[in-house]
């Protein structure tokens, strides 16, 4: 009985401690998420599966570059194929500035939804903040709005789940929530995002409505 209190006395102290979160990306290590896609375009119902992976690739003082691909990319019952992947200037909280070398801004869109943009300071349970991504030039804007919500163990790792709320500035832009579950390492563990007018170049120029799943692997 004094060891379950114990226990119990433990797990409640750790989830009132303040968590800090950092970017895990690294020159080393390649970070990838298994994806999936749920989607409706036009009236029909869609769904797409692949790896999602981060690298950084080069990493100054002035200038932060990170690749980022799709691999194995399957769209309803097609077989799975590669696609080029894209590097991007990002900030020192994870989002994405601007896209590199002749990739257009629709790209940048579409991956911003799928980044965790991290906090400037340590949180507790509770606690709620937001951070308005500006990119190069006079391309819209992301605003990303957090709540800690709870400790979780996803397998063998303790989590701190997070509510989110994801706002693109103008007319027509897109909008979403989620969940995402970070390891005190910063570690991106999984993700679930709803989004309105997703942007997604390579299927065309009509928006989608979308639900995307991430889990590392």
């Known amino acids: 009985m004094l ?5 119990l006395a433990i797990a409640m102290q750790k989830d009132s401690d303040a968590w800090e979160l950092k970017p895990s990306v690294d020159p ?23 790896k999602f992976s981060q690298l950084l690739k080069t990493s100054d003082d002035k200038k932060k570059v ?17 696609v080029p992947a894209w590097d991007a200037a990002v900030g020192t909280r994870g989002e994405i500035l601007k896209m590199e070398g002749d990739t257009e801004d629709s790209f940048r869109r579409m991956l911003s939804p799928l980044l965790f943009v991290y906090p400037e300071k340590p949180f507790a349970m509770g606690e709620k903040w937001s951070f308005e991504a500006k990119p190069s030039g006079s391309n819209p804007t ?76």
């Open 3 to 7: 060891v379950h209190i114990l226990a």
């Open 28 to 50: 080393k290590t390649k970070l990838s998420w298994g994806m999936t896609v749920e989607a409706q375009a036009q009236g029909q119902d869609h769904h797409a599966a692949f």
């Open 66 to 82: 990170v690749t980022f691909s799709w691999d194995h990319l399957a769209v309803d019952d097609q077989e799975g194929q590669d």
């Open 142 to 217: 992301f605003t990303y709005s957090y709540e800690a919500k709870k400790t979780e163990m996803v397998k063998d790792t303790m989590t701190v789940v997070l509510a989110t709320k994801i706002v693109e500035s103008g007319k027509d832009g897109m909008t979403g929530e989620g969940t995402w579950w970070l390891s005190r390492a910063g570690r991106v563990i999984k993700f679930e995002i709803k989004l309105k007018n997703w942007v997604v170049p390579m299927a065309g120029a009509d928006a989608i409505d979308a639900t995307l799943k991430g889990q590392a692997v």
